[in-house]
């Protein structure tokens, strides 16, 4: 579902996106979809940006549970969106 938020999920908000998804608490899996505004990008150099966030947010979520054990952290899937004349598509 994209709700077409601001990015939470930069290093210097990375607090905001947690505090955003706990007020989902049943929610199982949070996927972030980021787009590349460089189109011709190696497809290594996309994936560890990829690895970059995920591992940031990760690291966020960490922080959280340790503040408070109570909080069960969903799963991440972070993926590049591909952008064509009018189809989205994911790899």
Not at 29 to 58: G, H
């Amino acid at each position: 579902m994209c709700w077409g938020l601001r990015p939470c999920w930069v290093s210097s908000s990375l607090d905001e996106g947690i505090r955003f998804i706990r007020l989902f608490q049943q929610l199982e899996t949070l996927c972030i979809i980021v787009a590349f505004l460089d189109y011709d990008s190696p497809a290594k150099a996309c994936k560890r940006e990829l690895e970059i966030i995920a591992a940031s947010i990760l690291s966020e979520m960490k922080l959280e549970k340790e503040r408070d054990p109570c909080w069960t952290s969903p799963n991440l899937r972070v993926v590049r969106s591909f952008s064509t004349s009018r189809n989205t598509y994911m790899s």
